[in-house]
Structure formats: C-alpha cells, structure tokens
C-alpha cells in the first residue's frame, strides 16, 4: 500500500442557506488521513464535525473544496461512480440506522444487495460479519429486540460488509452506556488492528478519543484549531478552543481572585486513585499549595479542576511540570493579576 | 305494516338484489382501491422522493404533481362523478351501472392515495436513508428496498383507510346511477321512502367498513418486526 493519505480535503468549505442568512459550517478545512489510523474529530456540538464527516462521503455537497478519497477527487464524480466509491466508505451513526423490518442478517446482508452479490453469497459473507462482532447467534433478531450495543454491533458488521477502506463513526457511542461504549471502542480498535481499516470518530467525548485515536484534530467554529498526536494535542493545547474543549471551562465559572502564577490540572478519569499531589512535593522537593480545588471522585477515578500556586524559582516549576508529564496529566499555566 | 316491511325485506326477490348490490359494492371498491393504489403508489412515491427532504429533491416536479393531487382532491366527488362521464364512457363503454362508477373512482381516489402513500413513506427514518446513500443505494433502490418495505406497516394501515373511504363513495355514487348498495339505500329508502331498507344497507356498509379496518389493522400489524 503507498503511503499517499485515504482521505485529503483540500481547502473545503461548506455554507448553508445562502444570502444574508446564510450559515458557515465549515470554513477552508484541510486534513489528511493515513491509511491504517485511528482519527478523532473532537468538537462541541454545532461545531461542524458532522457536517465534516458527511463531506468525506459526500452525503453533504462541500460549497467549495475538494474531498481526495483514495488519490480520486470523489467531488468531480458522477452518481453512478460516486454510488461505486461510497461502497468503499462505510459509515455508522449514533441513531445506528438498522433496517427495522429486516433481522440482523439481512440487514448486515443489505449493502451487498446494492452491490449486486448473490443472495448465497451475500448470507456467507454476512454470517463471517456477525460472528466477527458476536453476533452470532442473534442474526435472526430483529433490531427492535436488540439492544443500543447489539444494534451497534450489527451496523458495525453492515457498515463493512463490502469490505471498506474506510470506517466513518458519527457519534457512534454517544447513545450508549458507558460500560456497551467500552465495548463498542474495543471492538473498533480490533477491527482496526486485524483488517487494517482506518477509522475516522467524530465524537464530542475526551474519553473516546484518548482511548483509541492515534491522532486528533479539533474543531471550533467551523474550523480545524489543532491537528496531532492524541497525546501531544491533550496534554498541551496551543489554541484557545483547545483549552477551552480540555479545560471545559463552563465547570469552574467562578472568579478566582489572587495575584502570580498558578497551575491549572485537569483529572479526566484517566489518572489512578494515587495521591499525586503528595507525590510530587515529595519527589520534586517544593511545596505547593492548592488555591483552589474543585474535583470528585467515581469510581476511584478522579474527575475535576485544581489550580496550585507555583513556587518562585524556575526550577521548582520545572520539576512540577516534568513530574505532572511523567504522570500524564494535563496541565495548562496560568497568571492572574487581579 | 311492521310486519310488510319485514316481509319484504326477507323476500327471496330483496334478499337477492341485496346479494347483488353486496356484490356489486364489494366489486367497485377492491377494484377501484387496486387501480388507485397502481396510480396513487408511484405518485405518492415521486412525492416523497422529489421533496426538498426527498432522496432526489425536484421542487419543479413535486410542485407540478402535488398541484394536480390538490386539483382532484378539491373537487367534491359527485360533480367529479358527473364531469367524467364521458370519459366513462370512452373507458368502459357507459355512464351508469358499476364500471361506469369505477372509472370515476379511481379518479377520486388515485390522488387521496397519493397523499396516504406519501404519508407513510414520509415516516421513514430519515437517518436510515442516510444510512442507505452512504452504501451507495440509488435512487430506485432506496424507493424499492427501503422506503417500501420499511414503511409496509403503514401502508397497509393506510390501504385499508384508503378501501373504507372508496366504499363510502361508491354508495354516494348510487345517487347519479352507479349500482352497489348504496343504490338500493336511494332507490328504496329515500326514492320510496322504505326508511328501514336504507337503514339496513347502512348497516351492511357499516359492517363492511368494520371488516375492512379490522383485516387492515391485523395485516400491518403482523408484517411489523418493531414489535418485539
């Protein structure tokens, strides 16, 4: 396989509506995704991340702006060539959009159907999907007897029934419970990992980014802030959308009234129940004190804000930062003087 | 006088023209609601598609199509029944009797069932039709595999309103010559004011309607896999 990208958008911008109500979804994007990655696409809602995702398949025409799918410009295509390119594009959704009147099986069977694959060979094929996804031995149910995750299974199992290079997750978890959503995450990542698709998830959730996604890019008023490693893009956002998306400010809105230079940690659930803030005076040897705190713990995970007044010399405050990274946990610097 | 009037409701003579006009009505009404469902299904269809939500939207041809259904929809049925008769006539031959009335049926009737089909169709998830594009469905194939048998359940509801509203405008047609039950209603109870006979074929239409809903509402019922 070469190692151009599976998606390029180039320059694309889409606006609704047009005269003086018209509205901006999306403003110049240009993203390229690697064959094989994980991508995430995090943004608030009414971001345009969905508008985005519906542009790489073209179930949403791009005003202007090119969508490069596989080293072919898909938005010079005719229907009949488009219909041929979105077979290759698989696509699942937060409503999961099963074929209510089929079972399992004939939904999962429904894309190879458009595609003109015998009937015999369309059920082998479909039968390989469902057990794939464990489904196995539900392919006579029919979605109204499923749950949100089994529903979720099968139109993972539909959306690559004709062998996709491409996998499009729009909100693919938001509807389920976060135990079927650890589930749901898992099997993507091993579907990832043994047939070698990419899998593009858009999703307004840290957690499902950090667990499975190679790479990030946010996105805030219609346009992409930042673009990178998971890690790198969470631990140490550039832009102020970015902080403003890991910081979730609308947490904290209360005036903080104090003078000098102040930390800013944020516990996503991802750290241990280890007392981190004693361990780092202890290893770093400065004290710190704790202006502000405001954090909870479930289920022996901590979640919530911490601002720490930083020592005066540099080099404390290098040890804290070295310490904090060592520890991934998100940190962001911050003055006030008030 | 009771005794008459019961005497000649249950003479051999009635009994037969009622089992006439029972057949008569139940032969203008299945018929008529088939040949509209041919006309009204695709129309309704092209409704839906062409719609500015539609899978293909064409405001052009949805405006000009549901312009001429709101045409024939607003045209009370009696005077429609008059205005066709010479195309009865072309059609079938006649201007009175059952097959004359059929004809104007169906003209009444292919736009209402239009409008039903395109009502059930517009239940469709929208975002399984999304679903369906990103597989790369065609236009036809979202219309044949998805919208039809997605919206099934609905349709047969909807084709058992579209037969009772049909039946009830064949006993209308009985007032200008059309035939069924509804004429034997006219001709004897209001031309001969036999007020009781009028009552029974009301009754009978009563019957039927009921019979009509109840098969209806059991069919869409068994063919809808949402129920668990």
């Known amino acids: 396989m070469s190692n151009n990208p599976i998606i390029k958008i180039e320059g694309l911008s889409k606006t609704f509506g047009n005269g003086t109500g018209a509205i901006t979804a999306l403003d110049n994007i240009n993203l390229s995704i690697e064959p094989g990655e994980i991508f995430g696409i995090i943004g608030l809602s009414g971001a345009g991340k969905s508008t985005l995702v519906r542009c790489m398949n073209l179930l949403e025409r791009p005003t202007t702006g090119s969508v490069i799918f596989d080293g072919t410009d898909i938005t010079a295509l005719s229907d009949r060539e488009l219909r041929k390119v979105r077979q290759s594009i698989g696509m699942i959704f937060q409503g999961f959009n099963l074929l209510m009147q089929r079972n399992a099986l004939d939904n999962v069977c429904f894309p190879l159907e458009l595609a003109g694959v015998p009937r015999n060979e369309a059920k082998k094929r479909a039968k390989e999907l469902l057990s794939t996804v464990g489904l196995a031995d539900r392919e006579k149910s029919y979605p109204a007897q499923l749950s949100g995750g089994e529903k979720q299974?099968?139109?993972?199992?539909?959306?690559?029934?004709?062998?996709?290079?491409?996998?499009?997750?729009?909100?693919?978890?938001?509807?389920?419970?976060?135990?079927?959503?650890?589930?749901?995450?898992?099997?993507?990542?091993?579907?990832?990992?043994?047939?070698?698709?990419?899998?593009?998830?858009?999703t307004h959730e840290m957690k499902v980014i950090?667990?499975?996604?190679?790479?990030?890019?946010?996105?805030?008023?219609?346009?992409?802030?930042?673009?990178?490693?998971?890690?790198?893009?969470?631990?140490?956002?550039?832009?102020?959308?970015?902080?403003?998306?890991?910081?979730?400010?609308?947490d904290y809105t209360e005036e903080f009234v104090g003078k000098g230079r102040y930390l800013r940690l944020v516990f996503d659930g991802s750290q241990t129940d280890r007392p981190v803030i004693a361990n780092m005076v202890i290893k770093c040897g400065t004290v710190v004190s704790i202006v502000y705190a405001r954090t909870k713990m479930i289920n022996g995970k901590m979640y919530g804000h911490m601002l720490l007044e930083l020592p005066e010399e540099q080099e404390g405050v290098n040890k804290i930062k070295a310490y904090l990274d060592s520890e991934n946990i998100t940190y962001e610097e911050e003055e006030y003087n008030a | 006088m009771l005794n008459e009037i019961i005497k000649e409701i249950f003479s051999a003579q009635m009994l037969s023209l009622v089992w006439q006009g029972l057949l008569e009505t139940l032969y203008m009404s299945l018929i008529s609601t088939a040949v509209a469902y041919v006309i009204g299904l695709p129309v309704g269809m092209l409704l839906v598609v062409t719609d500015k939500d539609g899978v293909k939207p064409n405001p052009a041809v949805n405006t000009t199509v549901g312009s001429i259904v709101n045409f024939?929809?607003?045209?009370?049925?009696?005077?429609?029944?008059?205005?066709?008769?010479?195309?009865?006539?072309?059609?079938?031959?006649?201007?009175?009797?059952?097959?004359?009335?059929?004809?104007?049926?169906?003209?009444?009737?292919?736009?209402?069932?239009?409008?039903?089909?395109?009502?059930?169709?517009?239940?469709?998830?929208?975002?399984?039709?999304?679903?369906?594009?990103?597989?790369?469905?065609?236009?036809?194939?979202?219309?044949?595999?998805?919208?039809?048998p997605e919206a099934k359940p609905s349709l047969i509801y909807g084709a058992a309103i579209s037969s009772t509203t049909i039946l009830g405008y064949t006993a209308m047609a009985g007032a200008v010559g059309g035939g069924g039950l509804g004429a034997i209603a006219i001709n004897y109870g209001y031309h001969r004011k036999e007020t009781v006979i009028m009552w029974l074929m009301v009754f009978i239409l009563v019957l039927i309607v009921q019979v009509f809903q109840m098969i209806g509402s059991f069919l869409a019922k068994k063919n809808d896999k949402r129920i668990r």
Not at chain 1, 219 to 246: M, Y
Not at chain 2, 104 to 112: N, Q
């Open chain 1, 153 to 202: 299974r099968v139109a993972i199992a539909r959306a690559l029934a004709t062998n996709p290079k491409v996998l499009l997750c729009d909100e693919a978890t938001s509807a389920l419970d976060p135990t079927t959503t650890q589930s749901i995450l898992s099997l993507l990542k091993e579907l990832n990992q043994k047939i070698g698709v990419t899998i593009i998830i858009i």
């Open chain 1, 210 to 250: 950090e667990q499975i996604c190679n790479r990030v890019a946010i996105i805030a008023n219609s346009q992409i802030q930042e673009i990178g490693p998971v890690q790198e893009v969470f631990r140490h956002p550039k832009t102020q959308a970015a902080k403003k998306l890991i910081f979730a400010k609308e």
């Open chain 2, 72 to 148: 024939f929809r607003s045209v009370p049925f009696l005077i429609l029944m008059v205005a066709v008769m010479p195309l009865s006539r072309l059609i079938v031959g006649t201007t009175i009797g059952a097959k004359a009335t059929i004809v104007s049926l169906v003209i009444a009737s292919a736009p209402y069932v239009a409008r039903m089909v395109e009502s059930s169709a517009k239940e469709v998830d929208r975002g399984v039709i999304e679903a369906s594009l990103s597989m790369g469905a065609s236009t036809m194939q979202i219309v044949r595999k998805v919208i039809l």
